[in-house]
């Protein structure tokens, strides 16, 4: 709640900074009671084509922006059929009165343009109706046709921005594990797709078991851990040339690895000899520290966005705990102290969170508590729901939830780190372990 | 690879008998199967023991299990294994692959105490990736919180 809550105060600062707002109807309200946030409305009429081949382009960017916004539950639309007026020239004035008249508080127009060469031409303005002001500059983004997508979301991420004051999330990808097969011959491959489910495509087949792909913070690289030498090895694959290779000499059994957020550091556990431990490997030269050496499990492993610290489970007090300790090991303070398991613990890209899988009472929750082990809060509740990871603004988390019994199948989800607009990820067949990339270049 | 499928039908027949007996019932189908094949050791010897949730403690049906195994080892010398470790699906990924690791050191340890040469024997995780039971209740769960060994003739690999 009260990170909602101070977003949605950046909402209105931006708002409120408007030289025009004096002479406005009143203070833009965005009511915030028990929890339930009013979604600011908007209005994004058709995009104008600026020629006859960007027609269906301005239709597609501009639904692609809709959904994007609607999507973060922070905005509302005022549906096509309700708008007074379109916008059929990008660059004429704007009849603010049209659109106040549907109380749409922030309006977006767009225009398209389809070159010869196949490029596609996208320009945007975002403006606060009720102040009648344009809010920020125009912006224009070029791309090929293949990244129509994408440069809607950047209208969304720049949209986003504006009125939040935050950082958006739209223009960003998720590698995952794509399942099929029954439950007890299921096959799985590295699959990735844009945010919310689109262009996917798989990675890998599924002649080894992969599991848990980790993003680089380039977005260049995922890390995973594949069976195809017969044991869990941890691998990392080059997206730019889909070149994969073991990670160094590690011996034994590998799982679980992350990066760093400068990406020169791989944090894994390693298991020997029923005992497994974590440790750090630099990405050059392959230099292996060993970070934690009690006889307890520890695994599942995250730095902390300034990579001073990292977050990991241990059972080392008899039960999956999280605990916290210096980058380089060394004493660990224990952060989990509810009933109940807790694992898989990703620190927020924001630092002020940490995001772990709960397990209490057999059922499984996704939640966030403080470093300091406080105000915990569960968002999700189901027979097995796991494995978050935090979208690039640290607003959202993806995982993934299980069905029960023999026809279980799992889904990726996302939900804000409110709790509220828990939804599956349009992902065609059945997903897990879903990493969620930085935002795109 | 239908040999291993049937083999493995079988053996869960003789694993419950042996739990309620603590002692692996020899007779069962193995006696078709000659005494020094892999199918003989699966139906016959037992493959595998269970574990009581998140835990890697043998128990007592386990350790008898074990004995059969280690004896059938010492008598197949031309023979090594594979420990194979698994846990239930109610856990995380990482978690159960440790747990699984734990659990396939803890009956190679318990083979070599009996005299197994640790150079026979090798350990993997599967964590909660290859459960043989579906449900999702207990009756199952119960099943997949195992330790496999696989023999093959040969060195392992």
Same mark, same amino acid.
């Given at each position: ?441 | ?25 020899? +007779? ?30 043998? +128990? ?98």
């Amino acid at each position: 709640m009260r990170n909602i809550g101070t977003c949605l105060a950046l909402v209105l600062i931006s708002l409120t900074a408007l030289p025009l707002w004096a002479q406005s109807t009143g203070p833009l309200k965005i009511e915030i009671t028990e929890g339930v946030i009013e979604p600011m409305p908007f209005a994004a009429p058709a995009f104008v084509a600026e020629n006859t081949a960007a027609r269906q382009m301005a239709e597609d960017l501009a639904s692609v922006v809709v959904a994007d916004l609607v999507g973060s539950g922070i905005f509302r639309e005022i549906p096509r059929a309700a708008q007074i007026s379109g916008i059929s020239n990008f660059d004429a004035p704007v009849q603010f009165s049209d659109w106040k008249a549907i109380n749409a508080q922030a309006l977006i127009t767009g225009a398209v343009t389809m070159r010869g060469n196949g490029q596609i031409v996208v320009k945007f303005r975002l403006f606060d109706v009720f102040a009648q002001a344009q809010l920020g500059e125009g912006l224009q983004f070029v791309g090929t046709q293949d990244d129509w997508r994408r440069m809607a979301h950047k209208v969304s991420d720049a949209v986003y921005a504006r009125l939040t004051g935050e950082p958006g999330y739209f223009d960003s990808r998720v590698v995952y594990v794509a399942e099929t097969g029954p439950k007890n011959a299921r096959r799985k491959r590295l699959a990735i797709m844009d945010y919310d489910g689109a262009n996917a495509r798989d990675l890998t087949d599924d002649s080894a078991l992969v599991l848990a792909p980790r993003f680089s913070p380039d977005g260049n690289k995922v890390l995973y851990t594949s069976y195809e030498t017969g044991l869990p090895r941890v691998f990392v694959l080059n997206l730019k040339n889909m070149r994969r290779k073991a990670l160094s000499e590690l011996p034994g059994m590998t799982f679980a690895p992350r990066y760093s957020p400068d990406g020169k550091t791989i944090l894994l556990s390693l298991s020997s000899g029923g005992n497994t431990d974590i440790y750090s490997v630099k990405v050059r030269g392959g230099k292996r520290t060993r970070l934690t050496s009690a006889p307890s499990i520890e695994t599942a492993p995250s730095y902390s966005p300034d990579g001073n610290q990292i977050v990991f489970e241990s059972d080392r007090a008899g039960s999956q705990q999280l605990y916290v300790m210096p980058a380089g090991g060394g004493e660990a303070r224990r952060i989990s102290f509810g009933s109940g398991r807790y694992g898989t613990p990703v620190w927020s890209p924001r630092g002020d969170l940490v995001a772990f899988t709960k397990m209490n009472k057999g059922r499984f929750h996704i939640g966030v508590m403080r470093l300091d082990g406080t105000e915990e809060r569960l968002l999700t509740a189901s027979f097995l729901d796991e494995g978050p990871t935090w979208s690039p603004n640290g607003r959202v988390l993806m995982f993934f939830r299980e069905t029960r019994g023999a026809k279980g199948v799992p889904s990726i989800y996302s939900v804000d780190v409110s709790g509220r607009n828990l939804k599956p990820v349009p992902v065609s067949g059945n997903g897990s372990d879903p990493s969620w990339s930085t935002l795109l270049k | 690879m239908n040999f291993r499928l049937i083999g493995m039908l079988v053996l869960s027949t003789v694993i419950l008998a042996g739990c309620a007996t603590g002692v692996p019932d020899s +007779g069962a189908r193995g006696e078709n199967f000659k005494p020094n094949t892999t199918e003989f050791f699966n139906a016959s010897v037992g493959d595998r023991v269970l574990f009581a949730v998140n835990e890697n403690t043998l +128990g007592v049906e386990a350790t008898s299990i074990l004995n059969a195994q280690a004896a059938w080892l010492a008598q197949n010398t031309a023979f090594s294994a594979i420990i194979e470790g698994h846990a239930d699906e109610q856990g995380t990924r990482a978690y159960n692959l440790a747990l699984g690791a734990r659990r396939a050191a803890a009956v190679q340890s318990y083979l070599v105490s009996q005299g197994v040469a640790a150079s026979r024997l090798k350990t993997v995780t599967y964590g909660k990736e290859r459960p043989i039971e579906i449900c999702s209740s207990e009756s199952c769960w119960s099943k997949n919180r195992r330790a496999v060994t696989v023999v093959s003739a040969g060195g392992t690999s």
